[in-house]
């Protein structure tokens, strides 16, 4: 399907920013829910044809009626992400209540499809590449509502006639990434002159660049399946300290890198890889940036 009007929640992070300047380079006009007071939303203020809505998750029920008619809903919005807030267990359901009024709100401005943004937490601890068919098994609270929001607004928008896309993110980095993620982190520390202190960094790891993830959120919202879960990543594991050096290399070439230091947070998956053979197949997606240029494109417009 063309997309000629959307709306996006949770517009300010790594993959909302990314697919906002994506929709607006082609033309789409933006409805971008923000959470009032957000910093973010001023990094995508001024862009064409994106209006800023503000309006806690809390809140989406009170904006029925209010919102304009759209193609498609893009729900990438979520509270208490990092990983002091994952077992937060309040929270992680709330967000599943806020996902059910997501999926109310694009019934009710005329959506022909919902693209909600999962989680490899959703699966637990795997030994195999990540897909469709992946037994689930969520340990985190955090994956457990991510699991509950998927399959609820998947059986909403099954009655509501609305085509439901659940794109389960394993791990994206990029320009407006979280300031606690390990990307950010290591830029900081390496720009500041300090040793960043890591755990081992055993894992087997799959990165993926944001640009690559929102253009893989547009096509799923063009023409993904209906009822399809799909897996986000680079489909090229490799294992986590090798990313670290290749991102030291590119920002502190020779600076030091104090590993094992720090323990492995709880419920820490040591093989994440996706399998992206069925998006691939029914979207053409595939990534385009190795994990190098990502590095570099961020480090050349200073924002990482």
């Not at 893009?74 to 309040?90: C, E, I, M, Y």
């Not at 967000?95 to 022909?112: F, H, I, M, P, T």
């Not at 998006?279 to 994990?291: Q, R």
Request: hydrophobic letters at 35%; a neutral charge; glycine letters at 10%.
């Amino acid at each position: 399907m063309e997309l000629k009007k959307v709306i996006v929640t949770g517009p300010t992070g790594a993959i909302g920013t990314a697919l906002l300047e994506l929709l607006s380079r082609r033309g789409v006009e933006v409805c971008a829910i923000c959470r009032p007071g957000s910093p973010g939303t001023e990094k995508i203020r001024g862009l064409n044809g994106v209006r800023i809505v503000e309006c806690d998750l809390s809140g989406y029920a009170s904006l029925a009626g209010s919102l304009p008619a759209a193609d498609a809903f893009f729900h990438l919005a979520w509270k208490k992400t990092t990983v002091s807030g994952r077992d937060d267990l309040d929270t992680q359901l709330d967000n599943v209540r806020y996902s059910l009024d997501a999926a109310r709100l694009a019934e009710q401005c005329g959506c022909k499809v919902f693209v909600g943004a999962g989680s490899q937490a959703e699966y637990g601890i795997a030994q195999a590449p990540l897909g469709e068919k992946t037994p689930v098994f969520p340990e985190s609270g955090y994956g457990i509502a991510k699991y509950a929001a998927g399959r609820l607004t998947a059986n909403f928008c099954a009655r509501a006639a609305i085509r439901h896309c659940w794109v389960r993110v394993v791990s994206v980095y990029g320009p407006n990434d979280g300031e606690t993620s390990l990307i950010s982190y290591l830029f900081r520390a390496l720009r500041e002159g300090e040793t960043p202190r890591l755990t081992s960094c055993g894992q087997v790891w799959d990165y993926l660049y944001s640009k690559d993830a929102a253009k893989a959120f547009f096509a799923v919202a063009e023409c993904g399946k209906d009822g399809r879960t799909y897996c986000l990543g680079s489909g090229q594991p490799r294992p986590l300290r090798e990313y670290v050096e290749e991102l030291r290399d590119c920002v502190a070439p020779g600076a030091q890198l104090c590993f094992g230091a720090i323990p492995y947070y709880p419920h820490q998956p040591m093989h994440l890889a996706a399998d992206i053979r069925q998006l691939t197949e029914d979207t053409g997606w595939k990534p385009e940036k190795s994990f190098r240029e990502g590095i570099s494109e961020i480090l050349r417009f200073g924002r990482g």
